[in-house]
């Protein structure tokens, strides 16, 4: 059966970018299901000096995959048999324009060297080695970390400065109009900073550990995502989950930051320790439980809206972790100190 010519690679490529029809090759060992075993076997002994063979693919004369064929079968079956009559039929296939992600899902129980990848009307277009696909993921999961602090995938340890400079200072200007956000809420507290300015030397602490509660329970979603573990609707369970974990552990962390103010303000001799010690353990409780449900919420919310978790969750999570900290400690601390 004629083969395809070889499609070049360009930038005209008519598959979507990060798509399966971008990694695919030719279609090599071709062949309709009339043709015998034996003519099969000659034709790939020929191919194989120069390709490594993996499968037979057997095609209608539409081009439609119908069967495959592995050489344990081509040798151990009579030469005179047809291929249709030895083929596997029922074929694994992925589509041109599948994301490199859904494939990747799809193929989490399928283990196979050689993936047959075919356009909606079922034609072979090409194969793409799952060796080549695990690369490619492993690219963008590379990039994925980069992202989520403002370095696309396009920069390299070899890129000049002024290219990377153009790539990072927007991200930065966007961090820095967040980071007011949090200023303006501390802001909102400056009497109550005056009158216990040991409030101040807590803050960092509160944020610091609601930010990283947000950060783990942000990994797991992006995680659960990007496998397709949370599913549809799946979303009210996670929130509950990331809320009993954060109030589990806003509850014994806020216990060792509670004994650290207490000590803190006693040194000082601060009457109000006990109540500080107090006030920042509820703080460290809100602030977790909270941090926790926006690492759900965050992303979740931003794949709805058509954008990319994994790149633009971070900052909106900083935002808000840092305002819940921050807000939670100096609120309490107004309300029942003051």
Not at 32 to 60: D, H, M, N
Not at 137 to 165: D, F, I, Y
Not at 182 to 192: D, P, Q, R
Request: charged share 15%; proline share 5%.
């Amino acid at each position: 059966m004629r083969l395809r010519k070889p499609r070049k690679k360009s930038d005209a490529s008519p598959y979507p970018e990060d798509s399966i029809g971008r990694l695919m090759e030719p279609p090599l060992a071709v062949f309709l299901p009339g043709q015998t075993v034996g003519e099969a076997i000659e034709t790939i002994r020929e191919l194989v000096k120069s390709q490594f063979i993996t499968y037979a693919w057997v095609l209608e004369a539409d081009g439609k995959l119908v069967g495959v064929i592995t050489m344990r079968d081509l040798l151990f079956n009579d030469r005179s048999a047809t291929l249709g009559e030895v083929m596997l039929r029922d074929v694994f296939a992925l589509k041109t324009a599948l994301p490199l992600i859904d494939a990747m899902k799809s193929t989490l129980d399928k283990h196979y060297p050689v993936y047959p990848v075919v356009d909606d009307e079922g034609r072979l277009m090409g194969t793409v080695r799952g060796q080549r696909m695990f690369e490619a993921q492993a690219v963008e999961l590379s990039a994925q970390a980069g992202e989520m602090v403002g370095v696309t995938k396009e920069e390299r340890l070899a890129t000049p400065w002024p290219r990377s400079l153009l790539f990072r200072h927007p991200w930065l200007q966007l961090n820095l109009l967040t980071a007011f956000v949090a200023a303006f809420v501390v802001g909102l507290f400056e009497g109550t900073l005056q009158k216990i300015v040991l409030l101040a030397v807590f803050l960092p602490v509160l944020a610091g550990q609601s930010g990283n509660t947000g950060c783990q329970a942000l990994a797991v979603t992006l995680r659960g995502m990007t496998l397709g573990e949370l599913k549809p609707g799946g979303t009210p369970a996670a929130v509950l989950k990331e809320s009993i974990l954060g109030l589990a552990n806003g509850t014994l962390v806020g216990v060792s930051a509670g004994a650290g103010m207490f000590v803190y303000a006693w040194m000082q001799d601060n009457p109000q320790a006990w109540m500080l010690a107090g006030v920042t353990w509820l703080a460290m409780v809100v602030a977790c439980v909270i941090s926790g449900v926006s690492g759900v919420l965050v992303p979740t919310t931003l794949q709805r809206l058509g954008a990319d978790p994994a790149t633009a969750s971070s900052i909106f999570l900083t935002t808000a972790t840092d305002v819940v900290s921050m807000g939670a400690f100096l609120g309490l601390a107004t309300l029942l100190l003051l």
